[in-house]
């Protein structure tokens, strides 16, 4: 699976043991910054990595800023991205049987390197579990159509 992982300023510890983590479970890591503690705004990050799982370039994403909060908001701005934030080992599993998720929020800093380390791992091993979540997903996928197709009307 190619996984593309990228963090603000508050992330950026963090990410790098993302990384590795990601390709000694046998995946392709691809590292879309940040590149330093320096100070940067999330949504440059976030934006890539959504716009590339949105454009079937990467299967999956993972994005860390200080809460996880305003990353999920900019990638879910992305047709078909499917960010989630999630705090727990359930959140994380649950996001990936229910809703297929396809990037995962993380949060620098009220995450603890063992929780993080567990959710990432669930979240790459858990599998999505269709059936009426499928048909929930479809009408998340309509939603998107109709919002663009009226803006391509306006």
């Known amino acids: 699976m190619k996984i593309a992982v990228a963090s603000d300023h508050r992330g950026f510890a963090i990410k790098s ?7 000694e479970a046998g995946h392709e890591a691809i590292d879309l910054g940040t590149d330093s503690i320096e ?11 959504a ?5 079937g370039e990467i299967d999956r994403g993972i994005l860390i800023c200080g809460s996880g909060l305003g990353m999920c908001i ?3 701005k992305f047709p078909n991205v499917r960010a989630t934030q999630c705090h727990d080992d359930l959140s994380a599993e649950m996001s990936r049987l229910h809703n ?7 949060s620098a800093d009220m995450l603890g390197d063992k ?4 959710m990432i791992n669930i979240w ?13 997903l ?17």
Not at 17 to 23: F, N, Y
Not at 39 to 49: I, L, M, R
Not at 115 to 118: A, G, K, P, S
């Open 17 to 23: 043991k993302i990384l590795q983590m990601i390709s």
């Open 39 to 49: 100070s940067v705004d999330y949504p440059d990050f976030a934006g890539q990595v």
């Open 51 to 55: 716009k590339s799982v949105s454009h």
């Open 74 to 76: 900019v990638a879910n």
């Open 100 to 106: 297929d998720s396809n990037v995962l929020c993380l």
């Open 115 to 118: 929780l993080i380390n567990r």
């Open 124 to 136: 790459l091993k858990t599998e999505f579990e269709g059936g009426r979540h499928a048909r929930r």
């Open 138 to 154: 479809e009408k998340i996928a309509e939603i998107e159509r109709e919002v663009a197709a009226e803006e391509d009307r306006d």
